[in-house]
T-cell receptor, first 113, second 113 residues
Framework: AQSVTQLDSHVSVSEGTPVLLRCNYS??????LFWYVQHPNKGLQLLLK??????LVKGINGFEAEFKKSETSFHLTKPSAHMSDAAEYFC???????????FGKGTKLSVKP | DAGVIQSPRHEVTEMGQEVTLRCKPI?????LFWYRQTMMRGLELLIY????????DSGMPEDRFSAKMPNASFSTLKIQPSEPRDSAVYFC???????????FGSGTRLTVV
């Protein structure tokens, strides 16, 4: 069965420093992977998606993620954190033939001034 | 487009009462998903529709939950009777396909007391 594991429940960075949110996936075939962001009391917004076209995926707001098959990872990065990046981030895979999204537990990103 | 519209944004009800959550998907999107988010269980798929037809309702917790999609522009999720453990944020999402880039509504925060 497909699953995603977010390795950190909480990450804290200072404004202007790099962001790394880690995600590992398990899948018996090439997966479709996504990162979604949820700001407090808001819905989920798609940041970026990987669908096997390119291993480095660029998303909105300066975020990007690299698909590494050898490491079964899909980590989310940003060179310089902004206060507005404080939110919860979900690594997500597409569940088989059902078309449903399988969400990781989420990583809460805090950004200190 | 106004995006996926959910109503109400907040609902507080007493145990035993009927609750109806509403969703208007993006026009032209053939897929509609209902998700539930809790601290304990994260985001879970409850049910999804394709062209107004329920495809997979295996995530619906029990018979107290029912969902309908009478037309392409409207769906409801009903809980009858409601219980405190149903307290959660319920999200509706829609999509043109099952490729995973879904658009989520802002959610309905349900509190059952």
């Amino acid at each position: 069965a497909q699953s995603v594991t977010q390795l950190d429940s909480h990450v804290s960075v200072s404004e202007g420093t790099p962001v790394l949110l880690r995600c590992n996936y398990s899948s018996s075939y090439s997966p479709s992977l996504f990162w979604y962001v949820q700001h407090p009391n808001k819905g989920l917004q798609l940041l970026l998606k990987y669908t096997s076209a390119a291993t480095l995926v660029k998303g909105i707001n300066g975020f990007e993620a690299e698909f590494k098959k050898s490491e079964t990872s899909f980590h989310l990065t940003k060179p310089s954190a902004h206060m507005s990046d404080a939110a919860e981030y979900f690594c997500v895979s597409l569940g088989g033939s059902q078309g449903n999204l399988i969400f990781g537990k989420g990583t809460k990103l805090s950004v200190k001034p | 487009d106004a995006g996926v519209i959910q109503s109400p944004r907040h609902e507080v009800t007493e145990m035993g009462q009927e609750v109806t959550l509403r969703c208007k998907p993006i026009s032209g999107h053939d897929y509609l998903f209902w998700y539930r988010q809790t601290m304990m269980r994260g985001l879970e798929l409850l049910i999804y529709f394709n062209n107004n037809v329920p495809i997979d309702d295996s995530g619906m917790p029990e018979d107290r939950f029912s969902a309908k999609m009478p037309n392409a522009s409207f769906s409801t999720l009903k809980i009858q009777p409601s219980e405190p453990r149903d307290s959660a944020v319920y999200f509706c999402a829609s999509s043109q396909d099952r490729a995973g880039g879904y658009t989520f509504g802002s959610g309905t925060r349900l509190t059952v007391v």
